[in-house]
Nanobody, 125 residues
Framework: QLQLVESGGGLVQPGGSLRLSCAAS????????IGWFRRAPGKEREGVSC????????NYADSVKGRFTISRDNAKNTVYLQMNSLKPEDTDVYYC??????????????????WGQGTQVIVSS
């Protein structure tokens, strides 16, 4: 079964940090652009960041630029999202997805697929 598995979420105080991981199961991530998305209950899903298959291209939503860093380790078949200076408005369920179209469109993975179950991030004092 082809799927992505997110991990690393949790409860953190404002100003804190978390590192999310996105691991592939049943396939290799090497050839895919990967995007991170987030969604709070009752809200639309929004793109957060995207990274090209080689890792040479990265982009971020304005709301996280300068605070979040996307990276990948193809040897570990994993993509990461380092989140620093977290704010309460970053509270969401975070998902990763492959771009089935093969590229990032700005900070959004084009035609996202192979969604995982998500990992919950809560930023609260």
């Amino acid at each position: 079964q082809l799927q992505l598995v997110e991990s690393g979420g949790g409860l953190v105080q404002p100003g804190g940090s978390l590192r999310l991981s996105c691991a592939a199961s049943g396939f290799t991530l090497d050839y895919y652009a990967i995007g991170w998305f987030r969604r709070a209950p009752g809200k639309e899903r929004e793109g957060v960041s995207c990274i090209s298959s080689s890792g040479a291209y990265t982009n971020y939503a304005d709301s996280v630029k300068g605070r979040f860093t996307i990276s990948r380790d193809n040897a570990k078949n994993t993509v990461y999202l380092q989140m620093n200076s977290l704010k309460p408005e970053d509270t969401d369920v975070y998902y990763c997805a492959v771009s089935e179209a093969g590229y990032c469109s700005g900070y959004v993975a084009e035609d996202p697929g192979y969604w995982g179950q998500g990992t919950q991030v809560i930023v609260s004092s």
